[in-house]
């Protein structure tokens, strides 16, 4: 687990979890900005001595304070749609640091994205090149272009989120990206001069990032060969966090970047980084309190006020999160099915679950939630959305309002007014 500053069950960075709840209300997200600036920090100090920079996946958590916190810390965006850029540049973050990814870019994504002048695109068919190409020379711009490999590598993670296998939508074949290259010089104005590879998310094991940079590398050097200039290589990101505590062990920062370094020994230009999860998984904790406890004929139900609209990767993954009460006192163990009020079985959180004895009203905390939770709720079951809080060393800031039965349903309407087309 990451070190949030020597953070108790009944703390978060210093900041009194009850105190919270009671002046903000439950469900809560609390993030912990020592755990995301410590974790800035391991991957700074080891790429000490190169020339990189660190793209935070804003999909992961688009948070606009979360961004702006970022930002502080010298760390870029990562984008993947025209509604992240929008955020990262509102939170501050400038245009030449943000690189551009997706399979699916529309034409007004590219163009917005043109305009703005972010750093680079990574490009990932064909038919995207074309675009990239028509659009740039609408703007009478250069786009500056990296080629997304699809190693075919098995990432060891789910299958939901692994990126860079054949079977995969992400990323070209190797000998695709070749014959681009080959063509490059018909590309008038598109600056193709750089390299881009990510496998995929939550990776626990180096052994899939060495065989995807060995590839990578290979393709590197031959191009070099061939007098194709490579000014960039984007290693992406995908490394994991721990959901389960003495169960998941994430890969050390250090023996990560030690890895790129030797793998790509001899490369001059910048390297990429494209962290999300690392970043802000476990600096996340959902704060949630218990409605009631249900007695079945098999199983004892907690049901409690977080929901699956709130937290969906246990419905959509099967995830496993750490989950614990607040209060630290010891009690006897009780088994659990730990379910939300949403209108749905897979409305879930944990099965035969060992916690604590609980009582209605007991605040409890779901952990690593700082990636991938309020970046995918929803307002299914019209829930409103979350608020979210970024804690530091004692002091706390909200950096989402707690969201309003209005703020939901704005932008809808009877069907008053109507028309032909």
Not at 193 to 199: A, K, P, T
Not at 387 to 414: N, T
């Amino acid at each position: 687990m990451i070190d949030t500053a020597a953070s108790t069950h009944d703390t978060w960075d210093g900041v009194d979890l009850h105190t919270l709840a009671d002046r903000l209300g439950t469900p809560l997200y609390v993030y912990s900005a020592s755990a995301i600036r410590d974790r800035v920090s391991s991957l700074q100090t080891a790429l000490r001595g190169t020339d990189h920079l660190i793209c935070f996946a804003v999909k992961a958590n688009p948070n606009r304070g979360v961004l702006a916190f970022m930002h502080s810390q010298g760390v870029g965006a990562d984008i993947v749609s025209a509604g992240e850029l929008w955020r990262a540049r509102q939170a501050g973050i400038p245009a030449e640091h943000i690189v551009f990814s997706g399979v699916g870019k529309s034409e007004a994504e590219i163009a917005e994205a043109l305009r703005q002048g972010v750093l680079r695109f990574n490009v990932e068919s064909h038919d995207e090149l074309l675009l990239l190409q028509h659009i740039a020379q609408a703007q009478s711009v250069v786009a500056r272009a990296a080629v997304r490999i699809n190693p075919d590598v098995d990432a060891l993670t789910h299958a939901k989120i692994s990126t860079g296998k054949a079977e995969n939508k992400f990323g070209v074949s190797i000998e695709e990206a070749r014959r681009w290259f080959a063509q490059r010089d018909a590309l008038s104005h598109v600056q193709l001069d750089g390299l881009h590879v990510h496998i995929g998310s939550q990776i626990l094991s180096l052994e899939p990032f060495r065989q995807a940079l060995q590839r990578v590398a290979a393709l590197w050097r031959e191009l070099v060969g061939q007098g194709h200039p490579i000014a960039s290589i984007d290693v992406g990101g995908g490394l994991g966090v721990c959901y389960r505590e003495g169960h998941d062990r994430p890969i050390d920062a250090a023996a990560y970047v030690a890895l790129v370094r030797e793998a790509l020994a001899g490369f001059e230009g910048r390297l990429l980084f494209e962290p999300g999860r690392y970043l802000v998984g476990e600096a996340g904790v959902l704060l949630t309190r218990v409605i009631r406890l249900k007695q079945g004929n098999e199983r004892t139900f907690l049901v409690i006020d977080a929901a699956m609209n709130d937290l969906a990767r246990p419905s959509l993954y099967d995830a496993w999160h750490d989950i614990a009460p607040v209060a630290g006192d010891a009690r006897s163990m009780i088994s659990y099915d730990i379910v939300g009020p949403v209108c749905e079985t897979g409305d879930t959180f944990a099965k035969a679950r060992a916690l604590p004895a609980c009582a209605p009203g007991e605040l409890l905390m779901i952990r690593s939630v700082g990636a991938y939770g309020a970046s995918m709720a929803s307002t299914y079951n019209s829930r409103p959305l979350a608020a979210e809080v970024l804690v530091d060393a004692g002091r706390y800031a909200v950096v989402r309002q707690r969201q309003s039965f209005e703020d939901m349903v704005a932008g809808e309407q009877p069907a008053n007014h109507w028309e032909t087309a």
